[in-house]
């Protein structure tokens, strides 16, 4: 498999980068950035949360064993804004969010990670690398209790966005309230201010800044080296350069293998602000259109690239859903009732579908391409199924039907769709309605029912042993 690394910029064979083969410990270890808990989720946040959950499941899938640790940030002044606007305590802002967060997740078929660290729970980890850096000169006290880490004592600062030290500092300014070294510089520890959550310190009473959160929760979890870090591409500066300073400044070793950044969601063709009124949480979209629509339209294309949310979109991703659904039923249906053991295959070139859907994958986990593997096998299939009259190899179809499901689950779809639900209870209504006028001899009505079926995607054929019935 070969990962686009965003720190070389360029596809790298993953196994190969990370030195799998001469490692000791087999466990591919992930971080992942989470949501900073102060409101429900807005649709960008969905983006990493599936195309990196898929990251996930395919590894699992080839057999590697995973540690997945995503985090919640629950220091922050969006929360702080947030708990005062509403006279609440921080954490109940934070505890709030972080359970809604779950259920949106949960919608979304995201698998939970096997660690949800709190920053609020990794503050002594935290002081520990402060005071570390501040050993090996990478940091700074100032007399007020703030703690700065030292962008000029790290060489090749800016590597991971490809800047310069002198480009950063082109342009940037210092609050005359701070008492940096250099405009880069940036807080490690903030001395408390009235009204504000904050623990003690050997610089005084105080909270983290936003950076050394992750690598703090990073490296007690996973340790001083991971093989992939991953987020969306507006992390990439400053949030996971400060990431890679921190860290390494820290440790002397490399911080992480592998950076994977998840391209931007554009609404409409336009940047999504709440300014613009075109601000959008999962919740909402999902009220609107399911959350398994959301997780489609997420790995429609190709991960880094811009995705461009929609109203057309959203339409064309739950047709999409459905023609999953209706193939999916069509299959159990020939495998329940239209099976032979010398029946004809229903595809011969089964395991060319499967290579290729291992092709896209294995190639930057390309799930648009993967997409449309599933797709060509489900073109080629459908033409034989629409056939009643013929007999299906057993052993064939069941081949088919554990390949799909191999393909789909590793996608994290079919899991759930309330607008499948919501057809499939109106077809059965109808379908009982038409066999009930066909045994009264009502050939009309039977008939009439027939055209609402076939609007509805169903085609029937009516045969001595009862009706046939096929999704297209």
Known sequence: MKLYNSFSRTKEDFESS???????????????????????????????????????RYLKYLGYNVKYVQNFTDVDDKIINRAHKENTGFFDISEKFIKEYKIDAAGLNVMPADVHPKASETIQEMID???????????????????????????????????????????????????????????????????????????GLGRPGWHIECSAMSRKFLGDTIDIHCGGQDLMFPHHENEIAQSEGCTGVK?????????YININDTKMSKSLNNFFTAREISEKYGYEAIRYFMISGHYKSPLNYTERAMQQSISSIQRLYNFKENLNFAINNKISESGVNLLENINKYKQDFLTAMNDDLNTSDALAVIFSMIKEANIKLSDFDVKFSVKNLEKIANCFNEFTSILGILYKNENNIKNQEEIDILLKDRDLARINKKWEKSDEIRDKLYKLGVAVKDTPNGTNVFKF
């Open 129 to 203: 690398m402060i005071n570390i850096l501040i050993k090996n000169k990478h940091a700074y006290a100032t007399e007020s209790g703030d703690v700065y880490f030292d962008t000029l004592s790290f060489e090749n600062y800016g590597k991971l966005s490809n800047q310069t030290l002198s480009d950063l500092q082109t342009g940037a300014r210092i609050d005359p309230n701070e008492a940096k070294k250099n405009a880069t510089d940036f807080a490690l520890w903030k001395a408390s201010k009235p009204d504000e959550p904050f623990w003690d310190s050997p610089w």
């Open 255 to 263: 911080f992480s293998y592998f950076w994977l950044h998840n391209g």
């Open 18 to 56: 990370i030195n799998f083969s001469a490692r000791s410990d087999k466990t591919i270890k992930i971080y992942v950035c989470g949501p900073t808990v102060y409101d429900y989720i807005h649709i960008g946040n969905t983006r990493p949360m599936c195309v990196f959950d898929v990251l996930r």
